[in-house]
């Protein structure tokens, strides 16, 4: 019975971490847009690549791939 409890627990501790990470990675796709677009427009590709990397984005290395 308390390996059942346990395990119980376990599941929804790593639920609320999914949801809290996805919920963060989409709040930091509606910041990183404007401010990436301003520096590619500006040719600043060099803190384009930084603000990339400093966010939680799930397409984060993608992005920066991308950028060089």
Known sequence: MYP???CSFM????AIERY???????TDHNKLL???TTR???ND??????IV???RWCYRQDV???IR
Do not use: M
């Open 4 to 6: 059942l409890l346990v």
């Open 11 to 14: 599941v929804v501790a790593i």
């Open 20 to 26: 809290l990470y996805y919920r963060q990675a989409a």
């Open 34 to 36: 404007p401010e990436l």
């Open 40 to 42: 590619l427009n500006s």
């Open 45 to 50: 590709l060099g803190r384009g690549t930084e």
């Open 53 to 55: 990397r400093q966010c």
């Open 64 to 66: 920066v791939a991308w």
